[in-house]
């Protein structure tokens, strides 16, 4: 049974900076994309970043990139995400996600497997 379980959220003011947690358990992730995605109320849910275990690289969305890094614990089998800079627009419901494939991909549905979701709240 794989789990993702995501920590971390919470509201912080514009400018600010917070940084996500998901650790994965069940499986060996080697093998792994593993992505950040975000909902915002009434959108569609968005790529926010990705890296790959075996070295397929590293992708940010446009919006996050230079403010948003992607990094592991292979320790710990967890994947962050720090949030820099953080703005108003940022806010959303935070998603991590691990797609069982060997290339980087950044279509929610390539995703196999999904965390609960964690809060962040960016005010103005």
């Known amino acids: 049974q794989v789990q993702l379980v995501e920590s971390g959220g919470g509201l912080v003011q514009t400018g600010g900076s917070l940084r996500l947690s998901c650790a994965a358990s069940g499986r060996t992730f080697s093998s792994f994309i593993m992505g950040w995605f975000r909902q915002a109320p009434g959108k569609e849910r968005e790529f926010v970043a990705a890296f790959s275990w075996t070295g397929a690289g590293t992708k940010y969305a446009d919006s996050v990139k230079g403010r948003f890094f992607i990094s592991r614990d292979n320790a710990k089998n967890t994947v962050y995400l720090q949030m820099n800079g953080l703005k108003p627009e940022d806010t959303a419901v935070y998603y991590c996600?691990?797609?069982?494939?060997?290339?980087?991909?950044?279509?929610?549905?390539?995703?196999?497997?999904w965390g609960q979701g964690t809060q962040v709240t960016v005010s103005s």
């Open positions: 996600a691990a797609a069982y494939i060997s290339y980087m991909v950044v279509t929610s549905a390539r995703y196999d497997y």
